[in-house]
């Protein structure tokens, strides 16, 4: 059984830089597709970035330059590095996994495994 554990969040300054991790306990696939997802209140959930086993990856125009996805094959961690944090960036963000890779594009909904979620709150 997979579980996916977020860390990472908390509150920082508008500017601020924060690391967020997804640690993939149970994990066994050597392919994947994960990403990254955030959702505000009161909106829909927005997908932000994403990458394949090959280190393929994809962010969205809104994170593009200030946040990077990243994996560590070798201990199953999934990182979002986010830098220049504005007040907007404020929501829970969640990873997501699926040892299927293909269709692995910004914007894919369906995966396998979803972590509970982990919250940044940026402050101006």
């Known amino acids: 059984q997979v579980h996916l554990v977020e860390s990472g969040g908390g509150s920082v300054q508008d500017g601020g830089s924060l690391r967020l991790s997804c640690a993939a306990s149970?994990?066994?696939?050597?392919?994947?597709?994960m990403g990254w997802f955030r959702q505000a209140p009161g909106k829909e959930r927005e997908a932000i970035a994403v990458?394949?086993?090959?280190?393929?990856?994809s962010h969205s125009d809104s994170v593009k330059g200030r946040f990077t996805i990243s994996k560590d094959n070798t201990n199953h961690t999934l990182y979002l590095q986010m830098d220049s944090l504005k007040p907007e960036d404020t929501a829970m963000y969640y990873c997501?996994?699926?040892?299927?890779?293909?269709?692995?594009?910004?914007?894919?909904?369906?995966?396998?495994?979803w972590g509970q979620g982990t919250q940044v709150t940026v402050a101006s």
């Open positions: 997501s996994a699926d040892p299927r890779w293909t269709d692995c594009y910004l914007g894919r909904t369906v995966f396998a495994y």
């Open positions: 990458i394949n086993f090959s280190g393929t990856s």
């Open positions: 149970g994990w066994t696939s050597i392919t994947y597709c």
